[in-house]
């Protein structure tokens, strides 16, 4: 089955204790990205990649880190989480063909709380 | 920059009535446009897309949405509405044209409430 695979699904952790959110897809997708959803303000992406070793900054990136080594996995570093990244974040992958617009697919979120 | 705008959070709809959910955008160039669903505890799901032909779409569940250039809106749309539709609503833009341009911009998102 296709999917968008994030682990956990939920966390309380307190200031300061690094923490990563895991990605992974089994779609062959070459792009990844990274959103937070608040409510109030939709879904920010945070990251996104366009392939192995090339990602780039979206909109609300600060605090944040993340790295592409391999085509499924996109993980999402918070180096010294504040309780301001308390937040549902969102993986989701898609092909990238020049030209065409591909649907994005979600995982399932990750809730974090930072005390 | 671009941006997109759901002026309304919340619709609410009786179940057979039809439904409307509003979406209107900003680029500087030429828009992908896309809506997505997203049930609780769930991601969001795809639900239709807009780049390039006819400006009427139709998508997944029976759903379809109106490409207007000259209003810059992308309304999603349903004849019918069920109680099963009742979600969370998101419009998403992403300018082909012009630099970041695989960054994908979501609105706010509408909850669409329909009644029994």
């Known amino acids: 089955e296709a999917q968008v695979t994030q682990n956990p699904r939920y966390l309380i952790t307190v200031t300061g204790k690094k923490l990563t959110v895991t990605c992974s897809q089994n779609?062959?997708?070459?792009?990844m990205s990274w959103y937070r959803q608040d409510p109030g303000l939709g879904l920010r992406q945070i990251y996104y990649?366009?392939?192995?070793?090339?990602?780039d900054k979206g909109d609300v990136p600060e605090g944040y880190k993340v790295s592409r080594k391999e085509k499924r996995n996109f993980p999402l570093i918070l180096e010294s989480p504040s309780p301001n990244q308390t937040s549902l974040y969102f993986c989701?992958?898609?092909?990238?063909?020049?030209?065409?617009?591909?649907?994005?697919?979600f995982g399932d979120g990750t809730r974090l709380s930072i005390l | 920059a671009q941006s997109v705008a759901q002026p309304e959070d919340q619709v609410n709809v009786a179940e057979g009535n039809p439904l409307t959910v509003k979406c209107t955008y900003s680029?500087?160039?030429?828009?992908?446009l896309f809506w997505y669903v997203q049930y609780p505890n769930r991601g969001l799901q795809f639900l239709l897309k807009?780049?390039?032909?006819?400006?009427l779409v139709k998508g997944s569940y029976g759903f379809e949405a109106e490409f207007n250039k000259s209003q810059t809106s992308f309304h999603l749309k349903k004849p019918s509405a069920l109680v099963s539709d009742s979600a969370l609503y998101f419009c998403?833009?992403?300018?082909?044209?012009?630099?970041?341009?695989?960054?994908?911009?979501f609105g706010k998102g509408t909850k669409l409430s329909v009644i029994p």
């Open positions: 779609m062959n997708h070459e792009y």
């Open positions: 998403a833009v992403r300018d082909i044209s012009g630099a970041g341009s695989y960054q994908l911009t």
């Open positions: 807009y780049i390039t032909g006819d400006n």
């Open positions: 990649s366009m392939n192995v070793e090339v990602t």
């Open positions: 989701a992958s898609s092909q990238t063909q020049q030209g065409t617009g591909q649907p994005q697919h």
């Open positions: 680029v500087s160039g030429n828009p992908y």
